[in-house]
């Protein structure tokens, strides 16, 4: 990640930051969820925090949380939030491919819309950074734009074509089973989710509205099977950092 995107996210987070409730967020949360049933007393780190709006949710469950971020200012809007909350956490300002973070501490690793950011070479160094961190009975959680999302990729190009992109250098994911496999991650689930979540994309197209709306109200009403067919805006990346501590 260059300094430009830093300034990106800076910019990006001096802006006021919403902590409204949203459906992106409640779909994160029910898939962290998923894999950490009962999330109360458990350590779980957000590597590339951002808002820290789901890890607040993590802690008003009972969940031990630390977020990293290499904003400061991001970080300041999540310590204000927590102190509005009256909740508790741990907040580390570092490059996520660094942390200042014992090994074998923390029994989920995860962040969203971050490793798009990256290249090749620097998926891995965060990867292997956050196996690292994690127990090795513990979960590495990633997620990332899918590549194969119609209405994500439609309104970012459009978005980019036009001058309205403010995300800066972003390369949607097709599979990140390489990245795993490079790092040392044992990948143990790789799925899609969020299709509804991607119609928020379109919203950089004026007058996408009436379209937007019509597609959520058609896809809420096609059976399981039939929704499955359109990938959703979220590839979600599962793994065991197992191996990689018995090479290390």
């Given at each position: 990640m260059t300094d430009s995107q830093?300034?990106?996210?800076?910019?990006?987070?001096?802006?006021?930051?919403?902590?409204?409730?949203?459906?992106?967020?409640?779909?994160?949360?029910?898939?962290?969820?998923?894999f950490i049933r009962d999330v109360k007393g458990k350590a779980l780190l957000e590597a590339g925090s951002g808002t820290g709006k789901i890890?607040?949710?993590?802690?008003?469950?009972g969940a031990d949380v630390t977020l990293v971020d290499y904003s400061k200012k991001a970080l300041e809007n999540s310590q204000l939030a927590f102190r509005q909350k009256n909740r508790q956490g741990n907040?580390?300002?570092?490059?996520?491919?660094?942390?200042?973070?014992?090994?074998?501490?923390?029994?989920?690793?995860?962040?969203?819309?971050?490793?798009?950011?990256f290249d090749f070479s620097g998926k891995v160094s965060v990867l292997q950074e956050m196996a690292r961190i994690t127990k090795p009975e513990g979960i590495v959680l990633v997620f990332t734009?899918?590549?194969?999302?119609?209405p994500y990729r439609v309104g970012k190009a459009f978005a980019e074509t036009y001058g309205s992109w403010m995300y800066g250098q972003e390369e949607p994911v097709h599979s990140l089973k390489h990245e795993f496999a490079a790092s040392g991650i044992t990948l143990l689930e790789e799925f899609d989710d969020g299709f509804v979540n991607s119609l928020?994309?379109?919203?950089?197209?004026?007058?996408s509205q009436p379209v937007k709306r019509w597609i959520q109200q058609w896809y809420e009403k096609l059976t399981k099977e039939e929704q499955s067919i359109f990938p959703g805006y979220l590839l979600v990346s599962?793994?065991?950092?197992?191996?990689?501590?018995?090479?290390?």
């Open positions: 830093k300034e990106i996210w800076d910019t990006l987070w001096s802006q006021r930051v919403s902590y409204h409730w949203d459906s992106l967020s409640e779909t994160i949360y029910g898939t962290i969820c998923r890890s607040l949710r993590l802690a008003m469950e907040f580390l300002l570092s490059d996520i491919r660094n942390m200042e973070v014992p090994d074998n501490s923390y029994d989920l690793v995860w962040n969203a819309g971050v490793l798009e950011h734009p899918f590549a194969k999302c119609l928020d994309f379109l919203d950089f197209i004026p007058g599962a793994g065991s950092p197992a191996s990689f501590h018995k090479g290390n």
